[in-house]
């Protein structure tokens, strides 16, 4: 399990874990997603990106936007997060229908180290498996699981925030995708990965899979996405319109040429 490679933060980073100490709980979890829209626009897109009636899973929770939004769409969320605080702030927060899980997630289970790249509020969102002790300034020995091991089942929509873990990520999930056939949502980013961007995709599509990316209010195939215009081109501004770093994966031929819609 090794460490991503070390980049400028998004607005995650930006967003102070001072919110939690200075607002209520409940408080925090409400309007977060609101603001987070700027940042992630496929979270106000759910009706087009998520089945319904079906369950959902979050992997990397953090402070719980896309949990929250998902819970009021499907039955049950699974919710994993890995950092002690931020769990049970999760544990303190989600409605009824969601599970939190204390844990990571890769193709091995056991436990690693997730480390923190710099003391700063907000650096939650960039917690890491396999940082160096050395370099983080705050480290944890967390409980690691592969998808594949838990009790889930009809799963519909997979959201995968790992800061440069995703194959290995999606590798303890090949039974969970050949079985329930899940709209994977991907935070995929070249400046986390030591592998080229497209190696990651064809992974994925490798599975029967087809890729979406959404650029400026429009679904796009994936085809056309180019890591140097949609990312490296923007390392500068990450929470800018241009940075595209959300990739949806669908089984092949559950959208037409358009890509998805409510309708």
Not at 16 to 29: A, E, G, N, R, T
Request: charged share 25%; with cysteine.
């Amino acid at each position: 399990m090794t460490a991503p490679a070390a980049g400028p933060p998004g607005v995650k980073a930006r967003i102070s874990s001072k919110m939690i100490d200075l607002l209520p709980d409940p408080l925090v979890f409400r309007i977060l997603p609101v603001l987070y829209r700027r940042q992630e626009p496929e979270l106000a897109r759910l009706a087009e990106i998520v089945p319904p009636g079906r369950n959902a899973v979050d992997v990397g929770g953090w402070l719980g936007p896309w949990t929250r939004e998902l819970a009021r769409r499907v039955p049950h969320v699974t919710c994993l997060e890995p950092q002690p605080d931020l769990a049970a702030y999760l544990r303190r927060v989600v409605p009824a229908n969601v599970t939190v899980v204390e844990a990571a997630v890769s193709d091995e289970a056991g436990t690693a180290t997730l480390g923190l790249p710099e003391a700063r509020h907000g650096a939650n969102a960039l917690a890491s498996l396999g940082a160096d002790p050395d370099v983080a300034a705050v480290v944890h020995e967390v409980k690691v699981v592969r998808l594949d091991d838990l009790d889930l089942s009809d799963v519909g929509f997979v959201k995968i925030d790992v800061e440069g873990h995703e194959r290995a990520a999606i590798d303890g999930a090949l039974e969970l995708i050949r079985r329930d056939r899940p709209h994977l949502l991907l935070e995929a980013e070249q400046r986390h990965l030591d592998e080229p961007l497209s190696s990651l995709f064809d992974h994925v599509l490798g599975q029967g899979y087809e890729g979406w990316y959404l650029e400026h209010g429009e679904w796009r195939p994936l085809a056309t996405f180019d890591v140097q215009r949609h990312q490296l081109d923007h390392l500068d501004d990450l929470q800018g319109p241009d940075y595209i770093n959300n990739i949806l994966f669908a089984p092949e031929g559950s959208f037409g040429a358009d890509g998805p819609s409510a309708g």
